[in-house]
T-cell receptor, first 112, second 116 residues
């Protein structure tokens, strides 16, 4: 099976930077996804990593180290609208149907 | 472009009543389809997935069932709801690409179910 851990909650100030860590254990890693989910809404795709290194998309970046089973999502220049839950999800190459296993999510609260 | 619909958006049902939630996808063919449940403040739990018409895989034993009567239609059902069935139900789809790495899942707007 897969085990995915991320912090439950983080608080940061508007304009600052926040880093959300995700650690995973899987026998056949085949990609890691980050999703954003505002309260009461559906998750929306943010980023994808399958090779080691940093992927940058505007204010958001995601990093992966496959040897350490570790990823982080970096949110820069925080805005109030970034207050949301951030979900880390991993795909195993042995999993049929392109299934993803999700972590419990990290709720980020951005304060003025 | 592709869109995914779910209905109803909210539902309040008594314990022991039946359930039917529907999900449809437009703008793609032969998608993989998924049903997730999310308890308040928690992550997503995969309930069922389907790689084709009539093909359903169950991830956890439970009081629910799923069906895929048409290529882009996915239905979640129960004969008798339990209190523990309350939650936020999300349908999702992904391309059926046989393991292509970059293949994210796209989520519908969700159904909030309250069982009283």
């Amino acid at each position: 099976g897969q085990n995915i851990d991320q912090p439950t909650e983080m608080t940061a100030t508007e304009g600052a930077i926040v880093q959300i860590n995700c650690t995973y254990q899987t026998s056949g890693f085949n990609g890691l996804f980050w999703y954003q989910q505002h309260a009461g809404e559906a998750p929306t795709f943010l980023s994808y990593n399958v090779l080691d290194g940093l992927e940058e998309k505007g204010r958001f970046s995601s990093f992966l180290s496959r040897s350490k089973g570790y990823s982080y999502l970096l949110l820069k220049e925080l805005q109030m609208k970034d207050s949301a839950s951030y979900l880390c999800a991993v795909r195993d190459r042995k999993a049929a149907g392109n299934k993803l296993t999700f972590g419990g999510g990290t709720r980020v609260l951005v304060k003025p | 472009s592709q869109t995914i619909h779910q209905w109803p958006a909210t539902l309040v049902q008594p314990v022991g009543s039946p359930l039917s939630l529907e999900c449809t996808v437009e703008g793609t063919s032969n998608p993989n389809l998924y049903w997730y449940r999310q308890a308040a403040g928690r992550g997503l739990q995969l309930l069922f997935y389907s790689v084709g018409i009539g093909q359903i895989s169950s991830e956890v034993p439970q009081n629910l069932s799923a069906s895929r009567p048409q290529d882009r239609q996915f239905i979640l059902s129960s004969k008798k709801l339990l209190l523990s069935d309350s939650g936020f139900y999300l349908c999702a789809w992904s391309k059926n690409t046989g393991g292509e790495p970059y293949n994210e899942q796209f989520f519908g707007p969700g159904t909030r179910l309250t069982v009283l």
